[in-house]
Protein backbone atom coordinates (compact mmCIF):
# COMPACT_ATOMS: atom_id res chain seq x y z
CA UNK A 1 0.00 0.00 0.00
CA UNK A 2 1.29 3.67 -1.00
CA UNK A 3 1.65 6.36 1.56
CA UNK A 4 -1.79 7.77 1.74
CA UNK A 5 -1.62 11.19 2.71
CA UNK A 6 -0.66 14.24 0.49
CA UNK A 7 3.24 14.85 -0.08
CA UNK A 8 3.97 18.48 0.89
CA UNK A 9 2.46 21.45 -1.67
CA UNK A 10 5.95 22.91 -1.22
CA UNK A 11 8.01 20.03 -2.00
CA UNK A 12 10.03 20.54 -5.45
CA UNK A 13 8.87 18.01 -7.81
CA UNK A 14 11.46 14.33 -8.19
CA UNK A 15 14.22 14.44 -11.20
CA UNK A 16 13.89 10.89 -13.45
CA UNK A 17 16.40 10.71 -16.25
CA UNK A 18 15.53 7.39 -17.80
CA UNK A 19 19.15 8.03 -19.85
CA UNK A 20 21.71 9.20 -17.75
CA UNK A 21 24.10 8.72 -20.76
CA UNK A 22 22.35 9.86 -23.47
CA UNK A 23 22.31 8.77 -27.47
CA UNK A 24 21.68 12.51 -28.32
CA UNK A 25 25.12 13.92 -28.57
CA UNK A 26 23.21 17.30 -28.12
CA UNK A 27 22.25 16.96 -24.83
CA UNK A 28 25.95 16.97 -23.65
CA UNK A 29 27.28 20.90 -22.94
CA UNK A 30 30.39 21.84 -23.92
CA UNK A 31 32.93 23.19 -21.55
CA UNK A 32 35.95 22.95 -23.14
CA UNK A 33 37.83 21.00 -26.02
CA UNK A 34 37.11 17.36 -26.10
CA UNK A 35 35.21 18.34 -22.23
CA UNK A 36 31.67 18.19 -21.91
CA UNK A 37 28.92 17.70 -18.88
CA UNK A 38 25.62 16.33 -18.91
CA UNK A 39 23.25 18.17 -15.97
CA UNK A 40 20.78 16.08 -14.40
CA UNK A 41 20.07 17.90 -11.22
CA UNK A 42 20.55 21.93 -10.66
CA UNK A 43 19.80 22.92 -7.38
CA UNK A 44 19.16 26.80 -7.50
CA UNK A 45 17.51 26.68 -3.66
CA UNK A 46 20.63 24.59 -2.50
CA UNK A 47 23.30 25.47 -4.31
CA UNK A 48 24.46 22.54 -5.84
CA UNK A 49 24.94 20.81 -9.40
CA UNK A 50 24.50 17.35 -10.10
CA UNK A 51 26.38 16.27 -13.98
CA UNK A 52 28.02 13.58 -15.55
CA UNK A 53 31.43 14.93 -16.47
CA UNK A 54 32.97 13.53 -20.04
CA UNK A 55 36.28 14.04 -21.26
CA UNK A 56 37.56 12.72 -24.74
CA UNK A 57 41.37 14.09 -24.52
CA UNK A 58 44.58 13.65 -22.04
CA UNK A 59 46.33 16.27 -20.12
CA UNK A 60 45.40 18.70 -17.16
CA UNK A 61 41.43 19.45 -17.10
CA UNK A 62 41.84 21.56 -14.57
CA UNK A 63 43.10 23.07 -10.59
CA UNK A 64 40.33 23.82 -8.92
CA UNK A 65 39.06 24.00 -4.95
CA UNK A 66 35.72 24.09 -3.37
CA UNK A 67 34.55 25.75 0.06
CA UNK A 68 32.31 22.49 0.35
CA UNK A 69 32.27 18.62 -0.05
CA UNK A 70 32.29 17.32 -3.88
CA UNK A 71 31.29 13.46 -4.41
CA UNK A 72 32.08 11.45 -7.76
CA UNK A 73 31.74 8.18 -8.91
CA UNK A 74 33.81 7.42 -11.95
CA UNK A 75 31.79 4.95 -14.39
CA UNK A 76 34.25 4.92 -17.41
CA UNK A 77 37.95 5.49 -17.39
CA UNK A 78 39.84 6.75 -14.82
CA UNK A 79 41.61 9.93 -13.81
CA UNK A 80 43.66 11.61 -11.09
CA UNK A 81 44.88 14.50 -9.06
CA UNK A 82 48.42 16.05 -9.43
CA UNK A 83 48.52 16.50 -5.36
CA UNK A 84 47.39 12.79 -4.71
CA UNK A 85 49.17 9.60 -4.94
CA UNK A 86 45.59 7.69 -5.99
CA UNK A 87 43.88 6.90 -8.92
CA UNK A 88 39.88 6.90 -9.63
CA UNK A 89 39.53 4.16 -11.62
CA UNK A 90 36.13 2.72 -12.96
CA UNK A 91 33.40 2.38 -10.24
CA UNK A 92 35.47 4.11 -7.63
CA UNK A 93 33.57 6.52 -5.03
CA UNK A 94 35.81 9.94 -4.53
CA UNK A 95 35.18 12.22 -1.67
CA UNK A 96 36.62 15.53 -1.84
CA UNK A 97 36.82 17.70 1.05
CA UNK A 98 36.04 21.41 1.37
CA UNK A 99 38.77 23.67 1.10
CA UNK A 100 41.37 21.42 -1.00
CA UNK A 101 42.97 22.34 -4.49
CA UNK A 102 43.43 20.09 -6.86
CA UNK A 103 44.39 19.55 -10.26
CA UNK A 104 42.72 17.34 -12.39
CA UNK A 105 44.47 14.71 -14.92
CA UNK A 106 43.55 12.37 -17.49
CA UNK A 107 46.51 10.25 -18.48
CA UNK A 108 47.13 9.57 -22.26
CA UNK A 109 46.46 6.01 -22.57
CA UNK A 110 42.24 6.86 -21.56
CA UNK A 111 40.09 7.21 -24.07
CA UNK A 112 36.95 8.25 -22.25
CA UNK A 113 36.24 9.21 -18.85
CA UNK A 114 32.91 10.02 -17.27
CA UNK A 115 32.52 10.87 -13.55
CA UNK A 116 29.09 11.46 -11.72
CA UNK A 117 29.64 14.55 -9.64
CA UNK A 118 27.90 15.75 -7.29
CA UNK A 119 29.23 19.63 -6.38
CA UNK A 120 28.49 21.42 -3.56
CA UNK A 121 28.61 25.64 -3.91
CA UNK A 122 31.19 26.99 -5.82
CA UNK A 123 34.28 25.84 -8.18
CA UNK A 124 37.14 28.47 -7.97
CA UNK A 125 39.49 27.94 -10.32
CA UNK A 126 43.11 28.99 -9.48
CA UNK A 127 46.85 29.07 -10.79
CA UNK A 128 49.76 26.65 -9.15
CA UNK A 129 49.60 29.28 -6.49
CA UNK A 130 46.43 30.09 -5.21
CA UNK A 131 45.52 33.01 -7.72
CA UNK A 132 41.76 33.30 -8.42
CA UNK A 133 40.95 32.43 -12.10
CA UNK A 134 37.66 32.38 -12.30
CA UNK A 135 34.58 30.03 -11.12
CA UNK A 136 31.18 28.07 -11.90
CA UNK A 137 28.20 27.58 -10.18
CA UNK A 138 24.94 26.70 -10.53
CA UNK A 139 23.81 29.75 -11.71
CA UNK A 140 26.86 29.73 -14.66
CA UNK A 141 25.77 25.99 -15.31
CA UNK A 142 22.27 26.70 -16.15
CA UNK A 143 23.66 29.69 -18.46
CA UNK A 144 25.63 27.17 -20.44
CA UNK A 145 23.34 24.51 -20.85
CA UNK A 146 20.57 27.07 -21.69
CA UNK A 147 22.94 28.71 -24.59
CA UNK A 148 24.14 25.09 -25.65
CA UNK A 149 20.63 24.04 -26.03
CA UNK A 150 19.21 26.93 -27.89
CA UNK A 151 22.13 27.05 -30.34
CA UNK A 152 21.90 23.07 -30.99
CA UNK A 153 18.13 22.95 -31.38
CA UNK A 154 16.52 21.84 -28.09
CA UNK A 155 15.38 25.03 -26.97
CA UNK A 156 16.58 26.88 -24.40
CA UNK A 157 14.18 25.68 -21.80
CA UNK A 158 15.18 22.41 -22.11
CA UNK A 159 17.71 22.96 -19.28
CA UNK A 160 14.22 23.54 -17.18
CA UNK A 161 13.54 19.98 -16.57
CA UNK A 162 16.92 19.83 -14.21
CA UNK A 163 15.94 22.83 -12.13
CA UNK A 164 14.73 22.61 -8.37
Known amino acids: MPYQYPQPSEAAMEIVVPHTI ?3 ERVWVP ?4 VHFRPLCLNVSQG ?3 NLLRVRKSGVLSRHRHPNPVHGVVLKGRWRYLEHDWVATEGSYVYEPPGETHTLVVDDDVEEMITLF ?6 AYVDPWGKHLGYEDVFTK ?3 CRKHYE ?3 LGGEYVDQFIR
Open 151 to 153: ACG
Open 31 to 34: QAEN
Open 118 to 123: QVNGVM
Open 142 to 144: IDM
Open 22 to 24: PDD
Open 48 to 50: YWV
